[in-house]
Nanobody, 123 residues
Framework: QVQLVESGGGLVQAGGSLRLSCAAA????????MGWFRQAPGKEREFVAG????????EYTDSAKGRFTISRDNAKKTLLLQMNSLKPEDTAIYFC????????????????WGQGTLVTVSS
């Protein structure tokens, strides 16, 4: 089991940037994919970005492409999400997650979850 703690959320104006961090503890991260999901008010939790254990494979939801960058440092057991050109529709609670094996976009396949950090983007 991996323990995950997110940080870095806050209030930002549209067009601004935030960097989310996720600190991991517990099992060794070998062959563990990590990712970010978000849940907006009244909406289902959705996939935002994922990264393979090696860091060589990344996936993004269409709305995040070109604006968000996911990265990881396995030695530091840290996952990052750099979010640029933020839009009001990015407002949500953001969760980091981990799973064994490859990246997938459906949340039921992910095993470990953080408690979330709130991102609010104002116009």
């Amino acid at each position: 089991q991996v323990q995950l703690v997110e940080s870095g959320g806050g209030l930002v104006q549209a067009g601004g940037s935030l960097r989310l961090s996720c600190a991991a503890a517990g099992r060794t991260l070998i062959d563990v994919a990590m990712g970010w999901f978000r849940q907006a008010p009244g909406k289902e939790r959705e996939f935002v970005a994922g990264i393979s254990w090696s860091g060589e494979t990344t996936e993004y939801t269409d709305s995040a492409k070109g604006r968000f960058t996911i990265s990881r440092d396995n030695a530091k057991k840290t996952l990052l999400l750099q979010m640029n050109s933020l839009k009001p529709e990015d407002t949500a609670i953001y969760f980091c997650a981990a799973k064994t094996g490859a990246i997938v976009t459906w949340d039921s396949a992910w095993n470990d979850w953080g408690q979330g950090t709130l991102v609010t983007v104002s116009s």
